[in-house]
């Protein structure tokens, strides 16, 4: 059956790989039938009214969702597509409390010409009580005004007449709600570097998180993907290589673990450990469901990782009898990392440690200078679902979604890129995405940016 979603007008590039995956989840095949990326109405294909509830029951970029009763270029076509759609249904809703609403975008009606165009659908027969608060139907007129000339030159411009009418009856809400409970602003423990609640929550959905399935975050800071992924139902833990930024830095303050009490989700995490992906505690054995996690860029100040740096060798440090990694605040050396080898060690992490068919969500930035080009990772073990992007002023970050292949299937990489490790020993040596923004004086802006999302 054919179903329309109404999304959020924003993010456009994570819409239809969320809405994919969160059909993933509910088990239903979905076709895209009309989809356009300046609409917030999408036609979409799926089995049944079940399946449509439970994929936006669980999205929180669509609004909501609704079945199809009839689509035209104007009113003349969308009432001769109603009664074929539709006629056999009517006597269904013949006598229930109904209410229609008129929706558009880009547009606008009066009160005079939203009474006629309701007017002009009794030839339905709905005999029911009108009620405007909790009818038990809700039937949609949506019209768009968008110039599809216009929009493939100029952007979106606004048309006299809509060229696209439907009629749709409504189904079910998403869960978008949850943005709002999720809000930072409302949140116990966070830094400047918590990703905001909404593209938490989208990456917990693009990564499949649900009831009875393991998340882990290698790079967990204050939990916004681990909080994200337990509210659908995941057991979590996190690692991170500075113990401080889970554990919370003021006396009397639990960190992540305040996060999972204030929603009532503590049954959900597991732990959080310091740690890198070179140095794991985690087994090589394939035990993750999902990976979610925003690494660090770098750009502030260099990667580091877990270790002495090159030529020096290790030195253990004995004070008052106690081995200096033993004693309370021990802080483990660091030395410099590369922004190539930390991609690498996060797919190689991945390969080894999820599930076949377990999904990899990861954030990764990149410039928006077309001379420029930052490949996306890539891995024979790993199938690319989804490359959404997030622009800002001079940069932007993808969410890279992945699938771990089952064994025997291999992913074509032709267009990875050839590198393999690091070359040079300073922090702009080993970080091209640094180093670009250093020398254009962009050093701050990356950071700036990042924080408008808050």
């Not at 998403?174 to 918590?194: A, F, G, N, Q």
């Not at 035990?287 to 996690?293: A, F, M, P, W, Y």
């Not at 299937?409 to 300073?426: M, N, P, Q, Y």
Request: charged share 30%; with cysteine; hydrophobic share 35%.
């Amino acid at each position: 059956m054919d179903y329309l979603v109404r999304f959020a007008q924003l993010h456009e590039t994570f819409r239809r790989p969320e809405l994919q995956a969160c059909a993933t989840l509910a088990g239903a095949d979905i076709e895209f039938i009309t989809y356009n990326e300046y609409s917030p109405y999408c036609v979409v294909r799926l089995p049944d009214e079940a399946a449509a509830r439970a994929v936006a029951k669980r999205s929180i970029l669509v609004k909501d969702i609704f079945e199809l009763w009839g689509e035209g270029t104007n009113y003349e076509e969308l009432h001769a597509d109603v009664r074929r759609r539709t006629q056999h249904r009517w006597n269904d809703y013949i006598a229930v409390p109904f209410k229609f609403t008129i929706d558009y975008f880009a547009g606008t009606r009066s009160l005079v010409q939203k009474g006629e165009i309701i007017r002009s659908f009794s030839y339905m027969g709905f005999k029911g009580p009108i009620r405007l608060k909790d009818p038990d139907e809700e039937f949609f007129v949506m019209e768009e005004y968008i110039d599809d000339v216009e929009v493939s030159k100029l952007g979106v411009s606004r048309t006299e007449d809509p060229r696209k009418i439907y009629l749709s009856r409504k189904i079910a809400d998403s869960c978008r709600e949850d943005v709002l409970k999720y809000d930072l602003k409302k949140r116990r423990y966070i830094s400047t570097t918590s990703m905001d609640a909404e593209l938490s929550l989208i990456t917990a959905n693009m990564a499949l998180a649900a009831p009875g399935k393991l998340f882990f975050d290698p790079f967990v800071g204050t939990g916004s993907f681990i909080v994200a992924a337990s509210h659908f139902g995941a057991l979590t833990l996190g690692a991170d290589i500075d113990g401080r930024s889970f554990r919370g830095k003021e006396k009397g303050k639990l960190g992540v673990y305040e996060n999972f009490d204030q929603y009532g989700i503590k049954s959900k995490f597991i732990d959080t450990f310091t740690s890198d992906l070179t140095n794991t505690p985690l087994t090589r054995t394939a035990v993750l469901d999902g990976i979610v996690c925003d690494p660090p860029y770098g750009v502030r100040e260099g990667l580091r990782v877990l270790g002495n740096r090159k030529g020096k060798p290790a030195v253990n440090v004995i004070i008052d009898g106690i081995p200096a990694y033993l004693r309370p605040g021990f802080i483990a050396p660091k030395r410099p990392y590369g922004f190539e080898a930390l991609q690498n060690d996060v797919l190689n992490f991945a390969v080894r440690s999820l599930v076949p068919n377990g999904r990899l969500s990861m954030w990764m930035p990149t410039t928006n200078d077309e001379k420029t080009e930052f490949p996306v990772p890539m891995h024979q073990n790993l199938e690319i679902v989804s490359i959404s992007v997030q622009s800002f002023n001079t940069w932007a970050r993808r969410l890279i979604t992945y699938r771990r292949l089952p064994e025997g299937e291999l992913s074509d990489v032709t267009l990875a890129r050839k590198k393999i490790d690091d070359e040079g020993t300073t922090a702009d040596d080993l970080n091209a995405f640094r180093r670009v923004h250093m020398l254009r004086g962009h050093g701050t802006r990356v950071d700036q940016d990042q924080k408008k999302t808050e």
